[in-house]
């Protein structure tokens, strides 16, 4: 999970000032010395670092801190703060242009993503903003570089638009071309990297620009690669001008680095982040959410965001009649099952939540072998059984685990899971359970 060390370097000297009481200007430097440590060793620029902790000293010596009656909750407060500044203080989106058609043109070195995240980008923008995306293959050197293009726009039905090896500069002037014949009002170019930054790469990417002239020059970042990242974005930004930066692979970096220097090197903003391997698993990125993530306040926001994608609107109203009539079924409880599953996981679920409730999920992981025998053992059953788990008896468990390939136990083990649940719906839908388990009422709950 993304800066999951960093988190928990800063929660226990936080914890370490809330024990204290009062404070004073010695406990102050003491806390911010550690707070430098853990941001050095989350790999963030030393430059950054020297500077954000200047920034917060200055704050939080001042009266409003030292004389507070929450002191230590003063300075989070600040640490929050400066931490969203960092990061950029707001969302920036995606550059529309008023033409008709905008063009996004994608940079960055080979291995960091441009490919697979171009694809995401076109989802996503067509999804949340009606867009109607062309991918364009400007790589022509890296093997396999175009028929990946082609393969992740053919799983997400997205046309692929490309022309072999020729001059990249034609390509992208072609493809242009081909999308004002074809209506497609949003062209996304996945250019050619590097293994490093050379001359003759940035002299094509700098014809690139100068022929379609982009709305936007997204860099494509690799968040792993920690100081490299860094060093890569001042470099694309000064031959290019980037306007903005993508963050690929945040959710297997524990440290997250990068993420906090990008921002405060270039000038330039993080509009969005690759959060795993799933071709929807791309989000706008908040620097104020992501501050939350960082602290262990959680990300409720974003949660909710990514349960409502998921949910399908008429089924959670059903749902949600019928858990105020008690009439949960095991369809009901195989839907509730996919839905978690597209939310991406409990793992990435626990990143969003605040404080103890994230630590007692981080980790977890949503077994596929598991979930392709429940669908099995409940696709082996007459809809009478799935409406009526109570009248599966012996012979008909005994059918149910031949049809599905499994044992009489495993179908015991689901109706036990089954009735546990249906349980907790009776709970949710009397009102009994906290937080935003109990909104299920309007949404259908989540599933779990």
């Given at each position: 999970?993304?800066?999951?060390?960093?988190?928990?370097?800063?929660?226990?000297?936080?914890?370490?000032?809330?024990?204290?009481?009062?404070?004073s200007?010695?406990?102050i430097?003491?806390?911010?010395?550690?707070?430098?440590?853990?941001?050095?060793?989350?790999?963030?620029?030393?430059?950054?670092?020297?500077?954000?902790?200047?920034?917060?000293?200055?704050?939080?010596?001042?009266?409003?801190?030292?004389?507070?009656?929450?002191?230590?909750?003063?300075?989070?407060?600040?640490?929050?703060?400066?931490?969203?500044?960092?990061?950029?203080?707001t969302?920036?989106?995606?550059?529309?242009?008023s033409?008709?058609?905008?063009?996004?043109?994608?940079?960055?070195?080979?291995?960091?993503?441009?490919?697979?995240?171009?694809?995401?980008?076109?989802?996503?923008?067509?999804?949340?903003?009606?867009?109607?995306?062309?991918?364009?293959?400007?790589?022509?050197?890296?093997?396999?570089?175009?028929?990946?293009?082609?393969?992740?726009?053919?799983?997400?039905?997205?046309p692929?638009?490309?022309m072999?090896?020729?001059?990249?500069?034609?390509?992208?002037?072609?493809?242009?071309?081909?999308?004002?014949?074809?209506?497609?009002?949003?062209?996304?170019?996945?250019?050619?990297?590097?293994?490093?930054?050379?001359?003759?790469?940035?002299?094509?990417?700098?014809?690139?620009?100068?022929?379609?002239r982009?709305?936007?020059?997204?860099l494509?970042?690799?968040?792993?690669?920690?100081?490299?990242?860094?060093?890569?974005?001042s470099?694309?930004?000064?031959?290019l001008?980037?306007?903005?930066?993508?963050?690929?692979?945040?959710?297997?970096?524990?440290?997250?680095?990068?993420?906090?220097?990008?921002?405060?090197?270039?000038?330039?903003?993080?509009?969005?982040?690759?959060?795993?391997e799933?071709?929807?698993?791309?989000?706008?990125?908040?620097?104020?959410?992501?501050?939350?993530?960082?602290?262990?306040?959680?990300?409720?926001?974003?949660?909710?965001e990514?349960?409502?994608?998921?949910?399908?609107?008429?089924?959670?109203?059903?749902?949600?009649?019928?858990?105020?009539?008690?009439?949960?079924?095991?369809?009901?409880?195989?839907?509730?099952?996919?839905?978690?599953?597209?939310?991406?996981?409990?793992?990435?679920?626990?990143?969003?939540?605040?404080?103890?409730?994230?630590?007692?999920?981080?980790?977890?992981?949503?077994?596929?072998?598991?979930?392709?025998?429940?669908?099995?053992?409940?696709?082996?059953?007459?809809?009478?059984?799935?409406?009526?788990?109570?009248?599966?008896?012996?012979?008909r468990?005994?059918?149910?685990?031949?049809?599905?390939?499994?044992?009489?136990?495993?179908?015991?083990?689901?109706?036990?899971?089954?009735?546990m649940?249906?349980?907790?719906?009776?709970?949710m839908?009397?009102?009994?359970?906290?937080?935003?388990?109990?909104?299920?009422?309007?949404?259908?709950?989540?599933?779990f």
């Amino acid at each position: 999970m993304a800066f999951e060390s960093l988190s928990d370097k800063l929660g226990n000297v936080f914890k370490k000032l809330r024990g204290k009481g009062r404070l004073s200007e010695a406990d102050i430097k003491e806390a911010m010395r550690e707070v430098r440590m853990a941001l050095l060793e989350a790999d963030v620029s030393y430059k950054v670092v020297r500077d954000f902790v200047k920034q917060v000293s200055e704050r939080a010596v001042g009266a409003d801190v030292l004389e507070s009656l929450t002191p230590a909750q003063m300075v989070i407060k600040i640490v929050n703060e400066e931490l969203v500044k960092l990061m950029g203080s707001t969302t920036t989106k995606l550059n529309i242009s008023s033409r008709g058609m905008t063009v996004v043109m994608l940079v960055g070195l080979q291995g960091a993503g441009k490919t697979t995240n171009g694809a995401k980008l076109a989802a996503l923008m067509r999804k949340q903003n009606g867009k109607r995306p062309l991918l364009v293959a400007c790589d022509i050197y890296r093997p396999a570089a175009i028929k990946q293009l082609e393969t992740v726009g053919r799983q997400l039905d997205i046309p692929v638009f490309q022309m072999g090896t020729e001059d990249p500069v034609n390509i992208a002037k072609a493809a242009i071309e081909h999308a004002k014949k074809h209506g497609n009002d949003l062209v996304i170019l996945d250019t050619a990297g590097r293994l490093h930054i050379d001359e003759t790469l940035m002299d094509e990417l700098r014809r690139i620009k100068a022929e379609v002239r982009p709305d936007e020059i997204l860099l494509v970042v690799d968040a792993m690669t920690g100081q490299d990242a860094v060093n890569a974005a001042s470099a694309f930004d000064e031959a290019l001008g980037i306007t903005g930066v993508m963050l690929t692979k945040l959710d297997g970096d524990a440290r997250g680095g990068a993420a906090l220097s990008v921002r405060a090197v270039t000038g330039k903003p993080i509009k969005f982040c690759g959060v795993g391997e799933k071709l929807d698993a791309i989000e706008p990125f908040h620097p104020d959410r992501m501050a939350s993530r960082i602290l262990g306040m959680g990300d409720v926001l974003t949660l909710i965001e990514k349960a409502e994608q998921s949910f399908d609107e008429k089924k959670a109203r059903e749902l949600a009649e019928k858990m105020r009539k008690n009439a949960f079924t095991l369809q009901d409880y195989y839907d509730q099952l996919q839905q978690l599953k597209s939310m991406g996981g409990l793992g990435d679920i626990a990143g969003m939540l605040p404080g103890g409730m994230g630590k007692a999920m981080a980790g977890a992981q949503i077994n596929e072998r598991e979930m392709a025998r429940t669908e099995a053992m409940i696709l082996s059953m007459t809809q009478k059984e799935r409406n009526d788990p109570s009248i599966i008896n012996s012979s008909r468990k005994k059918r149910i685990a031949a049809g599905s390939g499994t044992q009489v136990v495993d179908v015991n083990r689901l109706l036990k899971q089954y009735d546990m649940m249906r349980q907790l719906t009776r709970q949710m839908s009397k009102g009994k359970l906290p937080g935003f388990l109990g909104g299920g009422r309007r949404r259908g709950g989540f599933p779990f």
